[in-house]
């Protein structure tokens, strides 16, 4: 009897032990799988069920939107807009603009009866379907002739999206109690926006500077008239959502969601576990008809509640409804990011991964090789390979941003330096100092100047932004700057530049750039300025204080500060990147390096190298793997890329390192030895 019960429980531990080492290749669904549940078909149409391209069978997704009738997803990878469902006004069939016959997409919404998508490297509107009211006609301001956009979204007879370069709210389409006519808040008059959902027949966003949420158009559950707890009385928001008669937005500070409007099947009472008693989350959707869904943060499980829940709607699938290392070096992209993991150096990524920026390959992801330096860029990723100084990248290659020259690619030259832009890379050869850039050159950012290409001038420091890029002349410190000069993003002032001072550090992203200044450690920057990310506050300038780092985003920036070590960070607030956590804004912590991407910020604990985010959490970008986090590692190095991060990992303790890799595996293999013994 006894020798019964030990083989039973020598089983069960071998089944712990297989469980434990191989638990990744359990997963229900495939990683970037569309999952749907709730109504199966409407109108005879299959509208929950994805095509193959998208399911995981023959490809994947990057970002997905469900409407009464039909869905769209864009294709991961590829970037083509792929839809499936009702069709009978064609908006389940995307123009080749945006489903990679001539064009693919960043941005994706789909509304009753129309689709609207945002072009990729345009930025410009594209709509399909129904267009009685004009819904599907976007206006010159966001349709690419004036201008493009950054975040679109349909509803029922109307559209909205935000101007790229200047946040203002456009909507276009039927007018009917004005939701199609954003207020003063949001239109440009006295506000702009961060954040649009338009949904049903009314529209609400997030205004830029404060996150309050303003809403306008039908109202009669209240739908429009946010509460005080994220208009701005009481507190405000991070993210939202408008549906049929209610909205939904997480509160800043808290996490919790917050919804108003129609309720009577609880549809506005979301459960404890996003709610704040129990938990929190970082994104929200409100349903067409009665519930709403929202994603736990800490867990990522998926949440929902109201009613009916007739079809399953309110019921998550187990593939959606259910952390190991550090890091050396950093480098946050646009919407995914990566790491250099401490011991092995291998690349660990982790967001996002439409056009595969979040999948290094194996050359530096520690199968066949290593890294010694990151970048991530708009869409794409760059390492330098340890050992051979080769330089490697990976992700959209449109522009050819992701195949370096053979001046460092490894065949005629190496580099010692990487910088990834919006659509374009630039690196510093290691032999010569050179500047070599490739990819976009529409505005003559690939195209380095004389002072640094080699010609009369080399380089020790690079960083490249959307359309221009910035140096410091070895030798002399000038800063040196070419391409676009979008409000004088490429002309580097005279305390940097030579005239009456130089520079030890740059920094490049959007359409401004930031030094840190020779001899002061005084930090200058200059370009645009719409969401005061240019004037340096006291802490940094000089007049109170000084830094030691420098790493700017596209609307904000944010250093660490001489002698204290404390990050510091100033410009656009709206989604809380600008908000450094306890853990490195000096309260409990310090840092030893920054990152800073589109919306969210990254950071380096100092004494713990534990690599801590804030802002805008999409695609995990505030989740960095336990490689990084300091449950198996920490960090070294850290950049800031688009909307994406990457580190290098830290060398762990030899004990820790040790411990972690071979005492469970000692353990397991001690079982199995006892465990012969007892079947004998």
């Not at 195209?447 to 010609?455: A, F, I, L, Q």
């Not at 340096?536 to 944010?558: E, F, K, M, Q, Y």
């Not at 589109?598 to 100092?606: G, K, L, P, T, V």
Request: with cysteine.
């Amino acid at each position: 009897m006894q020798k019964v019960i030990a083989l039973l429980l020598s089983t069960l531990f071998t089944a712990i032990c297989l469980v434990a080492m191989s638990k990744a290749a359990h997963a229900t669904a495939p990683p970037g799988a569309v999952v749907g549940w709730g109504t199966i078909e409407t109108f005879g149409k299959d509208i929950v069920t994805p095509p193959d391209v998208l399911n995981g069978v023959s490809g994947t997704a990057a970002q997905i939107s469900a409407s009464n009738r039909h869905s769209c997803a864009i294709q991961a990878r590829t970037g083509a807009v792929v839809c499936w469902g009702k069709d009978d006004n064609g908006q389940a069939t995307p123009p080749d603009d945006v489903n990679g016959i001539f064009g693919t997409a960043t941005d994706i919404s789909a509304a009753s009866d129309h689709s609207c998508a945002i072009q990729a490297g345009t930025g410009a509107v594209i709509c399909w379907g129904a267009d009685d009211w004009g819904q599907a006609t976007p206006p010159d301001t966001v349709n690419g002739i004036l201008g493009g956009a950054v975040d679109v979204s349909a509803g029922a007879r109307h559209s909205c999206a935000i101007q790229a370069g200047t946040g203002i709210a456009v909507c276009w389409g039927l007018d009917a109690q004005g939701r199609a006519t954003p207020p003063d808040a949001v239109n440009g008059a006295l506000g702009t926006a961060t954040e649009i959902s338009a949904r049903g027949y009314h529209s609400c966003a997030i205004q830029a500077g404060t996150g309050h949420v303003v809403c306008w158009g039908q109202d009669p559950y209240g739908e429009a008239t946010p509460p005080d707890a994220v208009n701005g009385v009481s507190g405000s928001a991070t993210r939202v959502s408008a549906g049929h008669f209610r909205s939904c937005a997480i509160q800043a500070g808290t996490g919790s969601v917050i919804c108003w409007g129609s309720g009577y099947l609880g549809e506005t009472i979301p459960p404890d576990e996003v709610n704040g008693v129990s938990g929190t989350a970082t994104e929200v959707a409100v349903g067409n008809g009665g519930h709403s869904c929202a994603i736990q943060a800490g867990t990522g499980s998926v949440i929902c509640w109201g009613a009916p829940n007739n079809q399953g709607q309110a019921t998550p699938p187990d593939a959606v409804n259910g952390v190991s290392g550090t890091a050396t070096a950093i480098s946050a992209g646009r919407d995914h990011s990566c790491a250099i993991q401490a011991g092995t150096d291998s690349v660990i990524c982790w967001g996002y991964v439409g056009n595969g920026e979040a999948t290094p390959p194996d050359v530096v992801n520690g199968a066949s090789g290593t890294a010694t330096e990151i970048a991530a860029g708009g869409f794409h990723s760059c390492a330098i390979q340890a050992g051979t100084s080769s330089v490697i990248c990976w992700g959209r290659n449109d522009e050819g941003q992701a195949t370096p020259p053979a001046d460092v690619s490894g065949v005629r030259g190496t580099a010692a330096e990487i910088a990834a832009g919006g659509f374009h890379t630039c690196a510093i050869q290691a032999s010569s100092g050179s500047v070599i850039c490739w990819g976009a050159n529409k505005n003559r950012q690939s195209k380095p100047p004389r002072t640094v290409n080699g010609v009369a001038g080399t380089a020790t420091d690079i960083s490249a932004g959307s359309g221009h890029s910035c140096a410091i002349q070895a030798d002399t410190g000038d800063v040196i700057c070419w391409g676009r000069d979008v409000a004088g993003a490429s002309t580097p002032p005279d305390s940097v530049n030579g005239e009456s001072g130089t520079a030890t550090q740059i920094s490049a992203r959007g359409h401004h750039s930031c030094a840190i200044q020779a001899g002061t450690g005084n930090v200058v920057c200059w370009g645009e300025d719409i969401y005061g990310q240019v004037p340096v506050p006291d802490s940094v300038n000089g007049v109170l204080g000084t830094a030691i780092d420098i790493s700017v985003g596209s609307r904000h920036n944010c250093a660490i500060q001489a002698f204290t070590g404390e990050v510091i960070c100033w410009g656009d607030d709206g989604l809380g990147q600008v908000t450094p956590p306890d853990d490195v804004n000096g309260v409990l912590g310090t840092a030893a390096a920054i990152a800073t991407s589109d919306s969210n910020s990254c950071a380096i604990q100092a004494d713990t190298d534990i690599v801590v985010c804030w802002g805008r959490d999409v695609y995990d970008r505030l989740m960095p793997p336990d490689a990084v986090n300091g449950v198996s590692g920490t960090a070294a190095k850290i950049d800031g890329g688009g909307s994406q991060t990457l580190a290098i990992v830290a060398l762990p303790e030899p004990a820790a390192w040790l411990a972690q890799s071979a005492g469970f595996a000692l353990l397991c293999i001690v079982h199995r030895m006892r465990a012969r013994t007892l079947r004998r």
